[in-house]
Antibody, heavy 122, light 108 residues
């Protein structure tokens, strides 16, 4: 059974940092492109960042580029999101999501974690 | 960025009704359109990818159609468990992979 389990969310002051982690199991992690998608309270879905299976390429939404860094450790089946210079409008539930077809670059998300809440507030 | 516009933003229908949700892209995305269902407090669930391919395990009352810029998600006979918010998402060759604003489906 495919499982994605996020952790690391919490309350942080604007300007602060957090590191999210996503533990993957039930599938072969290394070939799969992985992404982070967020959802502000009461709002829609926003793709935030993605990374190829070999970590060779990383991608970011304009809203987070230069502040967030995505990475992965295929030996530990883990995906990460380092978030710096957090702003109030980064407040959201952050989901990690797996691509439907390994390596096809389509970013069709067939499995999602349960999400972790990040709140940036003073 | 490719903009995705869904309509309506919400609807209320009765059990057994046929329901259609539309999604329009700001430019052609061929058939690279996905649909997700999200229930309150839960993660989204992939229903349809490639505009019309049903994801494994999704009931056949869900169907998708369209290509280019105009797409439709249809629920042929609405059930109480279909109460949810539905999102479209483009997976064409451009980032970000934008989502529509969502359509909330309520049961009368």
């Amino acid at each position: 059974e495919v499982q994605l389990l996020e952790s690391g969310g919490g309350l942080v002051q604007p300007g602060g940092s957090l590191r999210l982690s996503c533990a993957a199991s039930g599938f072969t992690f290394s070939p799969n492109t992985m992404s982070w998608v967020r959802q502000a309270p009461g709002k829609g879905l926003e793709w935030v960042s993605g990374i190829t299976g070999d970590s060779k390429f990383t991608f970011y939404a304009d809203s987070v580029r230069g502040r967030f860094t995505i990475s992965r450790d295929n030996s530990k089946n883990r995906l990460y999101l380092e978030m710096n210079s957090l702003r109030v409008d980064d407040t959201a539930v952050y989901y990690c999501a797996k691509d439907l077809v390994p390596g096809d670059g389509r970013w069709e998300f067939d499995y999602w974690g349960q999400g972790t809440l990040v709140t940036a507030s003073s | 960025d490719i903009q995705m516009t869904q309509s309506p933003s919400s609807l209320s229908a009765s059990v057994g009704d046929r329901v259609a949700i539309t999604c329009r892209a700001s430019q052609s995305i061929k058939s690279y359109l996905n649909w997700y269902q999200q229930k309150p407090g839960k993660a989204p669930k992939l229903l349809i990818y490639g505009a019309s391919t049903l994801q494994s395990g999704v009931p056949s009352r869900f169907s998708g159609s369209g290509s280019g810029t105009d797409f439709t998600l249809t629920i042929s006979s609405l059930l109480p468990e279909d109460s949810a918010t539905y999102y479209c998402q483009q997976s064409y060759n451009s980032l970000p992979r934008t989502f529509g604003g969502g359509t909330k489906v309520e049961i009368k």
